[in-house]
């Protein structure tokens, strides 16, 4: 069969019997055997059999598990290919509400850049295999930091009857192991090797680290979201910083502001910051990050972004909301408030174009510029700057 393009998701497009086919792991203008390990009524996904004919752009993957990991979606085109791929698909996207004003994407290294890496575990340890639950066990991870690949070994001392997930995080040469399963389970010889050890919620060992974004410094606790990336973090902080220097922000409200990053990032540039999370655990933490960076222009809220009440006092809103994108009701304040600025920061073109859609009755795009924040797999960030007409 013969693959015409490539879908948002990394994956190649035929079409049988008047139905889409996702192809995993195809490239356009390849013909392949195909077998179905999906098939329902208006579309089916497959993998490839075998390749009759293999694409100019198709590399060897460097990684070992890419054929069956669903980790990664992209190692089999270059990492130029693979940016040309993502710009050209946000492109086609944005052109749907007629916006053709996306910038090149900024992108750093294209692996060993991830600082956090999730196991799971069911007798093996590893990642999930593509499309499937089953697990596909794996010694080594390279688009995770080298740091984190050299803790990987001695995952096999873990009792893996009474565990069901591993998390590893890495940040200033200190990593962090948090254990997801019965509270009995003995890590005796696995503790030395790490310098935090937490099984559930339960410490065992050290306390949080320190990460690092520009000169700001962040607590990392178990629960703690951080940016996984944090070489693109840096760039992307950057830009948002440049925004509000840029359109003279005084007032700004960070709604799902998480453990407080940007808030903190941003907090020397403007007047004031209001930060919003519903997670009390990141609340704690921006509150903590806050005391540790010893700035004061910063205040946190816990709360459902929905349901707080938007004042016209604030010049510019930055949100960074979950992959679902904005509540409705943030949206119609937004409209009916004024503010000066919008700075949109997406991990989800899709729900962004969405809710874009809607705030372009008052709203200008100034502009858009992606991020590869996960090089090797389809995702991309975007932060679109919207400016009142």
Not at 167 to 195: A, C, R, T, W
Request: some cysteine.
């Amino acid at each position: 069969m013969e693959v015409l393009k490539m879908d948002n998701k990394g994956r190649g497009i035929t079409y049988y019997n008047n139905k889409i086919v996702f192809i995993n792991n195809a490239l356009p203008s390849e013909d392949v055997d195909i077998t179905l390990i999906l098939d329902k009524k208006r579309y089916s996904i497959a993998n490839v059999k075998n390749y009759i004919q293999k694409s100019k752009d198709r590399i060897k993957p460097k990684c070992p598990y890419f054929n069956n990991c669903g980790g990664c979606q992209l190692q089999h085109l270059s990492y130029k290919n693979q940016i040309n791929y993502k710009f050209t698909t946000l492109k086609k996207e944005f052109n749907k509400i007629g916006i053709d004003i996306v910038n090149k994407i900024i992108f750093d290294k294209d692996f060993y850049y991830r600082n956090k890496l999730t196991l799971q575990v069911n007798n093996n340890i590893g990642l999930y295999s593509i499309n499937s639950n089953d697990i596909v066990n794996i010694e080594k991870c390279i688009i995770c930091d080298k740091l984190i690949n050299e803790k990987i070994k001695y995952l096999k001392l873990i009792d893996t009857k009474k565990c069901q997930q591993i998390i590893i995080k890495s940040f200033n040469e200190q990593v962090m192991l948090v254990v997801i399963g019965d509270n009995d389970i003995i890590l005796d010889q696995i503790i030395p090797y790490f310098d935090v050890v937490y099984v559930n919620s339960k410490k065992i060992k050290g306390d949080k680290l320190i990460a690092n974004i520009g000169n700001i410094k962040y607590y990392i606790s178990p629960n703690t979201f951080f940016q996984v990336n944090p070489y693109v973090t840096y760039k992307m902080y950057n830009h948002i910083k440049n925004l509000c220097i840029n359109n003279n922000s005084k007032n700004v409200l960070d709604l799902y502001c998480g453990c407080g990053s940007i808030s903190l990032f941003i907090s020397k540039f403007v007047d004031y910051v209001y930060g919003i999370e519903i997670n009390s655990q990141a609340i704690k933490d921006a509150n903590d990050n806050k005391k540790l960076n010893k700035i004061n222009n910063v205040s946190f809220e816990c709360d459902d972004a929905g349901n707080i009440t938007i004042s016209n006092k604030f010049d510019t809103i930055i949100v960074d909301p979950p992959r679902s994108g904005l509540d409705k009701r943030i949206i119609k304040q937004i409209l009916e408030n004024k503010i000066a600025n919008i700075i949109y920061v997406s991990c989800n073109p899709i729900t962004l174009i969405r809710d874009l859609e809607l705030l372009l009755n008052k709203y200008n795009i100034k502009d858009i510029q992606p991020f590869d924040m996960f090089p090797n797999t389809y995702h991309v960030e975007c932060i679109c700057h919207l400016i009142l007409k």
